[in-house]
């Protein structure tokens, strides 16, 4: 077992060899009864999977041109054609999309009533060389708002997301031996032990965490041979293996409906792998073929496909709107479940 996880180690040296931008997602976990409905707030954490414009305008990527194409019409500072993982969870929640907290001076104040995100594209648990907080940072940036912007009363019928742990492993990855990856994913999952302790202290009752999505199906790993797909998905499941240890220790000792696994992982191989059995979503033919193929060496030599809704993956990372939507859609079914 020793030598056939150092093995899928060394392969993944050859994996992660770019670091691109952000990341991430959300899940679900408790036997609890959730009562989303009663919740008014949601705050947000994490990367790029999360991020509906907290990254700089002058920073390439999320906002420009075709970022945006399908919602709003321009980049709008969301990793994705359109609409993405936050904007999804906020409608199930029936909450008004959390303002992001780089335009919170700018809005109308009555637009904070609905929460706030500081998810930052391209950051992680621990530092990945962006010039954006990690976890550690944004939660910093939260605690500041406590007690003149959001009450105690405010927070405890909130929902938190908690969107984090592929930036790491990509920046680990590039920059590390991968003989160490086992030791980094037990320390990247502590790390969102402490930063999900620290939520819930901070006053937020809800939280849910998504599981790490199936990588090696993503465009970015997919073009890799079959090895290395199974390395980067070993990856995946040792990290959501203790992500459910972790979280099942954190529901028996503190409150066993506080957090939740938004499971991604599933929900992204339900919809890549849906022949047409599951009539609500589309069927994606060449789910890990990305709509926007980025040309790393010249931009402008970047294609974009007819229609991204067709497409599962917008770029190689992030999902397409129609793809985040497939997503929700078989995760509905459980949060739904568990609402009510
Ligand atoms: C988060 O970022 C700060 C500032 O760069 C750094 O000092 C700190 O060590 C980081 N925290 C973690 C857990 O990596
Ligand atoms: C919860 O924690 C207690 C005390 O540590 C332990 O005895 C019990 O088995 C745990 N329950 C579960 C479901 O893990
Ligand atoms: C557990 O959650 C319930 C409902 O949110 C709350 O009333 C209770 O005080 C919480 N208990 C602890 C120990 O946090
Ligand atoms: C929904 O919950 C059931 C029961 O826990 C589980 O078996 C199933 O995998 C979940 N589906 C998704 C998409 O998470
Ligand atoms: C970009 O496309 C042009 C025209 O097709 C081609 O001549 C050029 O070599 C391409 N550049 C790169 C870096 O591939």
Redesign the pocket.
Known sequence: MKSLMKLFASLLLFVFSSLLFGDIDVVECSNQNLRFSGRNKLFVFGDSYADTGNTKTTDKGAWEFPYGITYPGKPSGRFSDGHISTDFLAKLLRIKLPVTYSKKDDVDKTRLQYGMSFAYGGTGVFDTKVNYPNMTGQINLFEQLLGNVYSPSDLSSSVALVSVAGNDYLYFLSTRSPAAILSFITQVVNQIEVNLRRIHSLGIKKIAVPSLQPLGYIPHFAKGSPLIKAAVNFLVGHHNNLLHEVVAKLNNETNHSAFTIIDYNNAFLTVINNKGEIPDILVFKTPSIECFQI?V??F??STLCDDPRSAFFWDGLHPTQEGWKSVYTVLRKNITAALT
């Open positions: 040309d060496n010249e402008k030599n």
